[in-house]
């Protein structure tokens, strides 16, 4: 019998990160960035990328929402909704640990 994982949940002080098995590649051919973990490949787009990208294992949550925001010149809570949902989804993949 297997023993159930808790899963982990998204919070302003998480430290994101990507675990071993996945890595962020160029693909030349298609001309994007491909997630890879073992026997699947995403295609993310633009934010997406930039939000992994961002889940380096020393930035909180809340430090990526601030950045994003500023970047994107778009308020924090609007922004926290969108990285919060998209980790999460990610975590519950095994894709991002947190």
Same mark, same amino acid.
């Given at each position: 019998?297997?023993?159930? $994982?808790a899963? /982990?949940m998204v ?8 675990p071993?098995?996945v $890595?962020i590649q160029?693909?030349?051919? $298609?001309q /994007? ?8 490949v995403?295609w993310?787009?633009?934010?997406s990328?930039?939000?992994l $990208?961002r889940c380096?294992?020393r930035s909180t949550v809340?430090?990526i ?11 924090e809570?609007a922004?926290a909704a969108?990285v919060?949902?998209?980790l ?7 894709l991002?640990?947190?």
């Amino acid at each position: 019998m297997t023993a159930l $994982r808790a899963r /982990a949940m998204v919070s302003p002080g998480a430290v994101p990160r990507l675990p071993k098995h996945v $890595r962020i590649q160029f693909d030349p051919v $298609r001309q /994007a960035h491909a997630v890879l973990s073992p026997e699947k490949v995403f295609w993310p787009n633009e934010i997406s990328l930039d939000i992994l $990208r961002r889940c380096d294992g020393r930035s909180t949550v809340g430090a990526i929402v601030a950045g994003l925001a500023a970047d994107y010149d778009a308020e924090e809570e609007a922004v926290a909704a969108d990285v919060v949902a998209f980790l999460q989804e990610w975590s519950d993949k095994l894709l991002v640990s947190l």
